[in-house]
């Protein structure tokens, strides 16, 4: 006979689902802010920025002291490591300015992508020893809910049974550590957009995976209530000759998600992956316009498209601090009104510029 023994109180899981649903309140979405030191080289490079300690920081600074219009806006903020040990030039922890706006702090606990032996080029994530210690630090330290990504691409052969097996304990065993130390993880399974596959194919294998990953939710007894899914929205491969529309991608995606995902789950935090900002925002619109029922809370955690606007105003000049903190408003305004079904593109369905890059890293 399957037997369960609790695994939270009464008074965690309280907690645990008025921590996710503060994240997801009407409105507002994630700032996701938890890039590496090695993906902020990138992010910075692509504007003559030099990657250092110092620019990081000036960086995160830009987006942090925004006004009080994004506290409508954004219900909590993804810390990478370093980031979380950060002050402001007068010295206020990031950790305290952020909780001062209403805003609830996250950390990317996860230690990136490695090798999966045995497959084609797939990979598993690394991150798990000791993630029970150190939730428990990142908990006194003010973070209240984490995160841990996932990576899977389609091909001809990918991706295989092993991969996706492989990638859902993974995702469960974080959740369940999370969650004894206090913390809502958010759970992230990309599928990357990499490939020319169509929306069909695109919408088949994020069925499978997320079949998958709540499978092995209920395997590791993870409490629904308390957890945040990061999926991809559901579009074609980049390099897909069709084009679909904003309906299209939502429709394939809000039947993705109904086919999988357990009305339990409290919300839905969409990855732009490499989505221009504006095309995400659509996107995003879209499906909440979308007529099939949908139980979830279904918002945002965007990086990119949240900071690609604000990163080009900046440029690394302290003269462009406000310029580019008004980018980001902007973004985050428009994202709030996407994931009420509210926005309306003053351009009509103009994409922008991609920020997409193949086999992207974090």
Request: aromatic residues 8%; charged residues 20%; neutral net charge.
């Amino acid at each position: 006979m399957t037997l369960q023994f609790p695994a939270l109180s009464e008074a965690q899981k309280k907690e645990l689902h008025e921590t996710a649903q503060r994240i997801v309140a009407p409105g507002k979405g994630i700032l996701a802010a938890d890039e590496s030191v090695g993906s902020m080289a990138k992010r910075l490079a692509q504007v003559g920025v030099e990657n250092t300690e110092e620019n990081r920081r000036q960086y995160r600074q830009i987006l942090f002291s925004a006004d009080d219009r994004i506290n409508s806006c954004i219900g909590g903020v993804i810390f990478f490591h370093e980031t979380l040990y950060q002050h402001t030039d007068s010295g206020v922890p990031f950790v305290k300015l952020i909780r001062d706006k209403g805003i609830l702090v996250g950390i990317k606990v996860d230690k990136g992508v490695v090798p999966l032996a045995g497959t084609y080029g797939e990979t598993t994530t690394q991150g798990l020893d000791g993630l029970s210690e150190r939730c428990a630090q990142y908990k006194k330290d003010g973070a209240v809910f984490a995160k841990c990504r996932c990576v899977l691409k389609i091909s001809d052969t990918n991706p295989s049974k092993l991969a996706i097996t492989e990638n859902a304990n993974v995702l469960a065993r974080y959740s369940s550590i999370c969650q004894q130390n206090g913390i809502v993880p958010i759970i992230e399974p990309e599928i990357m957009p990499d490939g020319d596959h169509d929306l069909k194919r695109g919408q088949y294998v994020t069925e499978k995976v997320l079949a998958a990953v709540y499978k092995a939710m209920s395997d590791h007894h993870v409490y629904l209530e308390g957890t945040l899914l990061k999926p991809n929205m559901v579009t074609q491969g980049h390099a897909c000759p069709t084009k679909y529309s904003p309906e299209d991608v939502a429709m394939a995606t809000i039947t993705a998600l109904r086919r999988t995902v357990p009305p339990a789950v409290t919300g839905v935090t969409f990855l732009s992956g490499g989505q221009s900002e504006e095309e995400a925002s659509l996107h995003l619109n879209a499906i909440n316009n979308c007529p099939l029922a949908k139980p979830w809370t279904l918002s945002f955690s965007f990086g990119r498209a949240l900071q690609a606007s604000a990163l080009r105003a900046w440029r690394g000049h302290k003269e462009n601090e406000k310029a580019a903190t008004e980018q980001f408003i902007k973004r985050a305004e428009v994202n709030s009104l996407a994931c009420q079904g509210k926005y309306q593109s003053a351009d009509g369905y103009e994409t922008g510029q991609r920020i997409y890059g193949s086999s992207y890293t974090y």
